[in-house]
């Protein structure tokens, strides 16, 4: 994974949606290597405002720019992301009330001026008509152009072949409604993995189809930038959050391997231990090994005996860190440079100037 040419300004290429109240997400963001940091644009979904919130914000690494999505919390001067202090982008939904869009626009301008405007594939389907006429009050209320937004459609959970077959129509409806507004970027957005993983064989490796990434593939002739759910599903309240048997979600190329250890006898460590043996010993392991990404080198430790077991959030930020490395590794072009999806050209943006 190589940045940008020197001179050239890279643009995000992949937006992960991430859970702020999943601690391993945002750990596994603390580790991303700096030289990739620009071709990242996480969604942080925030549950709950405080100051380790903020914290954690700011201990981002630098270049990385966040669109932080406080849609789950009621309008207030704590989610007023102009006072938060830190670089951010501000995601803002179709329905949001103007006190919070006057605020969000008050951010944005604050920042990088910029926004994402997040549509819901499922939920947002009033017409093209009816989402014309909310774009345009979010632009009014906002004091944004539409060059200076970010679109995000978002397909929520897509976890089988029938949830991809309904997903692509009306995610193609929304982008041909899209393409009458000069955004600065378009992106699909679907989370793949079943929102739980209890009902899996235990002490064997597991291969799970990335249906997001199909159905992001299915779209190329549309030219959108990919996100997903990193490695969760795109409910996140749905997890099962009683299931604390060690897990590993390691994503190849067009799937998952999940690893479920509930091996009896011998120490916690001896049992995680195992299982990481088994994964490195595995055909889809990163030929980079630990090089790879901070999330594999974590794991080749355990497998060495190196460390100990871990916790849940360990879990979950190392199997994230393998993920967020091997997304980007895939988007990236050999020279370095990345497809630019549907980036408008170089050069001053121009209003109601359509997308390619």
Request: aromatic fraction near 6%; charged fraction near 25%; include cysteine.
């Amino acid at each position: 994974m190589v940045p940008a040419h020197e001179g050239r300004a890279a643009e995000p290429v992949y937006r992960p949606i991430l859970a702020s109240r999943r601690r391993g997400e945002l750990e596994a963001l603390n580790h991303l290597d700096p030289a990739v940091a620009p071709l990242l644009a996480p969604i942080l979904e925030v549950s709950t405002v405080d100051r380790s919130t903020r914290d954690t914000l700011r201990r981002l690494p630098s270049g990385l720019l966040p669109a932080i999505d406080v849609a789950a919390l009621p309008d207030s001067a704590d989610t007023e992301l102009a006072r938060w202090g830190v670089p951010l982008m501000p995601v803002i939904g179709l329905a949001e009330s103007d006190r919070r869009l006057v605020a969000h626009g008050t951010a944005a301008r604050a920042y990088a001026r910029r926004a994402l405007i997040r549509l819901r594939a499922a939920h947002d389907r009033a017409g093209p008509d009816a989402d014309t006429t909310a774009v345009e009050r979010i632009w009014r209320l906002t004091g944004l152009a539409p060059e200076e937004c970010d679109l995000l459609v978002d397909a929520g959970d897509v976890c089988c072949p029938a949830d991809v077959r309904v997903a692509e129509p009306r995610v193609r409806r929304l982008l041909d409604w899209a393409r009458r507004h000069a955004w600065r970027s378009a992106t699909v957005a679907a989370g793949g993995m079943p929102p739980t993983l209890s009902r899996l064989p235990t002490n064997e490796p597991v291969r799970l189809e990335r249906w997001d990434w199909q159905l992001w593939q299915r779209l190329a002739d549309v030219g959108v930038d990919y996100g997903d759910y990193g490695v969760g599903p795109a409910l996140s309240d749905s997890a099962d959050p009683g299931d604390r048997t060690p897990t590993v979600r390691y994503t190849a190329d067009d799937g998952w391997w999940v690893y479920r250890w509930s091996r009896r006898g011998g120490r916690g460590d001896d049992r995680f231990a195992d299982l990481c043996r088994t994964l490195v010993a595995a055909p889809h392991w990163s030929s980079a090994g630990a090089a790879f990404s901070w999330g594999d080198h974590e794991l080749l430790r355990r497998a060495r005996r190196g460390a100990g077991a871990g916790s849940v959030a360990n879990w979950t930020a190392w199997s994230t860190s393998h993920h967020l490395a091997h997304v980007l590794a895939t988007l990236s072009r050999p020279d370095g440079s990345t497809d630019p999806g549907w980036n408008l050209r170089p050069g001053p943006p121009q209003r109601g100037r359509p997308l390619r």
